[in-house]
């Protein structure tokens, strides 16, 4: 049951991301009517590519400063995290810094478009919600889209050599929909591509001119979970023409997900939820195939839950919750090339809000991993506006590049990212 209202508790979380409502904004459009097809000569062709926060030769994140946000680059390379301002005498704190958010201001979606393009949603609190983009320096900062009244941006999808898809939600007095538009990295209008799938699945990845989408269904009520249990199925979307391929489907009853899964490469991976069997795979031409993994006796046969995390350099990462209560995860990794392979732990990891968990891997790089390998905790004294003191917790997040053996190997020799 618990893996169920995790289940429900993600798909809200999807339909009801935390945004301002927005205010109307002239000269945009994105019109909730149903989208005419497009002509065939209309259809875009190319791949489109899923987007991450990483590129070959760094990662994109937030920082805080002041209680104020920068947009940040970490250099894999030098080990260092710098501001997105290309001021050398600039103090990061006044909007004419190019980094600089306002601290009332969330970012979400912060993207490495290609090499010289980066793009984030922008929620304040008050006003519409935006889509920009800025070079990959963080300069020629601009406005690709202006959310309209009722529509609440969620994530920048995925893109093409000439466009950024994201998806949006629908308000139309009580009823609510997800769309997939497509708007020009050159500033052209926005154009709505289709109604998501609904129930609102979970994006896996991209492949071809086709969304990699994870559904899955527990009915209406508790009541019709517990007695009917849950449909899953993973399919290709083609948000063009709405084409839907079924590439595998599953039933669980209501106390689990009964498979976990990844989408890599061309192929799709998966895992039992709930025990220590075989890892599988299946691809689009209807191969498949499954590596026979020898698991570890604390995990054969005990009360677990098996989460596929993702595959990294042909192997496959597991995180096991359950035999050592629930304040201690660990990781297992095991090899996905062959027709077995030995599931070996993992050791490196940290304490997040006391409990142990693995390591954070956010990227890969020329043999090398970048991690968020340690969190502090501390609590500091604001003066509110009535004068009296208040005490917070401020989290301060440590990340470190790790080799791929020394990962391997459990060994925490990490060159920690610094600040200038």
């Known amino acids: 049951m618990k893996n169920q209202i995790l289940c429900i508790a993600a798909a809200m979380t999807l339909l009801c991301a935390c945004a301002a409502r927005n205010a109307p904004i002239s ?42 946000q920068l947009l940040c680059y970490i ?7 710098v501001p997105l301002c290309t001021s ?82 629908e ?43 994870y559904q899955y269904d527990w009915g209406d009520t508790t009541e019709e979970a517990e007695a009917n249990g849950c449909e899953h199925r993973v399919f290709l979307w083609n948000p063009e023409t709405g084409e839907e391929t079924t590439l595998d489907t599953w039933h669980s009853d209501a106390r689990s997900n009964g498979r976990s899964v990844c989408w890599d490469d061309g192929r799709l991976y998966w895992v039992s939820s709930d025990s220590a069997n075989p890892l599988h795979w299946l691809d689009e031409a209807g191969g498949s195939g499954q590596v026979d993994v020898a698991w570890p006796a604390e995990v054969t046969g005990a009360a677990a839950t098996f989460t596929l995390e993702r595959i990294v350099d042909g192997r496959a990462l597991v995180t096991v919750w359950g035999p050592w209560g629930t304040d201690l995860l660990k990781r297992y990794l095991a090899d996905v090339s062959g027709e077995s392979a030995t599931a070996t732990e993992i050791p490196l990891r940290f304490v997040s809000n006391a409990s142990e968990r693995p390591i954070e891997i956010l990227a890969e790089t020329d043999g090398e991993l970048l991690v968020h390998f340690a969190q502090q905790d501390s609590f500091a004294t604001q003066v509110q506006e009535d004068g009296y003191p208040t005490k917070t917790v401020e989290i301060s997040n440590r990340y470190g590049m790790i080799s791929w053996e020394d990962f391997l190997a459990g060994i925490p020799n990490y060159r920690e990212i610094t600040a200038p």
């Open 171 to 213: 308000l139309s007095g009580s009823v609510s929909e997800m769309r997939v538009y497509r708007v020009p990295l050159s500033g052209s209008a926005a154009q709505p591509e289709g109604a998501y799938p609904s129930p609102s699945p979970e994006l896996l990845g991209v492949s071809g001119r086709n969304l990699v989408l």
């Open 75 to 81: 250099d894999y390379e030098q080990a260092v995290e």
């Open 27 to 68: 000269g945009q459009s994105s019109s909730t009517a149903a989208p005419v097809p497009p002509a065939a000569e209309e259809i875009h062709t190319g791949e489109m590519r899923a987007l991450s926060a990483g590129n070959e030769g760094g990662y994109y994140l937030t920082g805080n400063r002041g209680g104020n």
């Open 88 to 169: 050398p005498s600039c103090a990061h704190d006044s909007e004419t810094c190019t980094a600089w958010i306002p601290g009332d201001q969330f970012i979400a979606s912060f993207v490495s478009v290609d090499e010289n393009t980066i793009a984030f949603i922008r929620s304040p609190s008050d006003g519409a919600q935006t889509i920009e983009v800025a070079d990959a320096t963080g300069a020629n900062r601009r406005v690709l889209y202006t959310a309209e009244s009722g529509q609440f941006l969620q994530t920048i999808a995925c893109a093409d050599s000439e466009a950024l898809y994201f998806l949006s939600e």
